[in-house]
């Protein structure tokens, strides 16, 4: 069976610059529909700044940029016919290739941010995991200095046939320093919150008279500007062991949301389009040196296509849309270039 990893992000933002207003609040922190997250790796070429409490500097000059990037989108519930498996799911997080989050934000028993579970359609069966206790992954309000513990259990899916599986494990969230970060473009924010998570995640797998457990470890840097409902910069350490070795890994990720100026090698610098806002058509420019096949896509925030177009894969590709039987509102452009995506938001006047 395809091993299952699982983890999931600790989403928090912050709504001011001074002590009492650096308390994090539902308002700064949920995604809602249609928010676009995407993120560009980078590699540590020394030591990693993560030390906690306040007045830091943080300096992440140093890093390399490589290739891998991620991009999630935040859709309804009726976007994806999965989201029934998780009842309560108030959003869904897509983070591509058939990969899901469904998330549910709850006012009882405290106003708090939870995860569901975790589901990979792509696969025959499903693979994923469901939560009959929720992770929860935010608790406002909490203010610098604050920190909680929730304990998570659920059961795993796509077990095969006469096999089970189990998942349990603990997160601790810590509102732990606060200063200054220079990130990997150069640009430095001041007011930066940074925000500790330290996770625990344990599966059992038994299929017949053979069983699995793992245990993964995690423990994550967050660093948020005032202004901001995404991290500008996170760090993660991971450790996982199956019963015989264990496995380190580290990642760490720059947002693309609003770190203009970190160059990204394969794709956000070569397409754009306007007018934005747009009323009756959209003009689409994307250079397209490695010729290869690009597609467009426009999604409302229900999480519907309303428009879709393969465009070739010409070294120069230059389309004006025709979008004036969209109704007034903010969609999602999708551009797919290869095996690579990208989404703006297109606002229809």
């Not at 999931?8 to 912050?14: C, D, E, N, P, Q």
């Not at 708090?112 to 608790?139: C, R, Y």
């Not at 689409?284 to 393969?310: H, R």
């Amino acid at each position: 069976m395809k091993k299952i990893y699982f983890s999931f992000l600790v989403l928090l933002a912050m709504n001011g610059q001074s002590q009492s207003n650096l308390t994090l609040t539902r308002a700064g922190q949920e995604p809602v529909i249609g928010d676009v997250f995407s993120t560009q790796d980078f590699d540590s070429v020394g030591v990693v700044p993560k030390s906690t409490g306040a007045g830091q500097f943080w300096n992440f000059s140093s890093t390399v940029q490589n290739t891998n990037t991620a991009l999630s989108s935040y859709v309804s519930t009726v976007a994806v016919p999965a989201s029934s498996t998780f009842p309560g799911a108030t959003l869904v997080e897509d983070q591509g290739q058939n990969n899901y989050n469904f998330w549910k934000s709850a006012s009882t028993p405290t106003t708090q941010w939870e995860l569901l579970g975790s589901l990979n359609t792509g696969t025959t069966p499903a693979q994923g995991v469901k939560f009959t206790n929720s992770a929860i992954a935010g608790i406002w309000p909490m203010a610098p200095g604050d920190t909680y513990t929730d304990t998570f259990s659920g059961t795993v899916l796509g077990v095969p046939l006469f096999g089970t599986g189990n998942v349990l494990g603990s997160t601790t969230v810590t509102s732990s320093g606060s200063g200054t970060i220079t990130l990997p473009n150069g640009q430095t924010y001041s007011n930066i919150v940074q925000v500790k998570m330290k996770q625990t995640y344990t599966a059992n797998i038994s299929v017949l008279t053979f069983s699995i457990k793992t245990i993964d470890t995690t423990t994550q840097y967050m660093y948020y500007t005032p202004s901001q409902k995404f991290p500008l910069l996170q760090v993660s350490y991971g450790s996982t062991f199956d019963g015989t070795t264990t496995t380190k890994s580290f990642q760490m990720t720059a947002s693309k949301n609003i770190t203009i100026g970190i160059r990204d090698r394969e794709f956000s610098n070569s397409f754009s389009f306007y007018p934005n806002p747009a009323n009756d058509n959209i003009s689409f420019n994307l250079s397209n040196s490695n010729a290869e096949t690009c597609a467009i896509e426009i999604i409302n925030l229900m999480g519907q296509s309303v428009m879709k177009k393969t465009l070739g894969s010409a070294v120069n590709i230059k389309e004006v849309f025709d979008i004036s039987s969209l109704e007034k509102g903010t969609y999602i452009l999708k551009t797919t270039l290869g095996d690579k995506s990208e989404a703006r938001k297109l606002l229809k006047e």
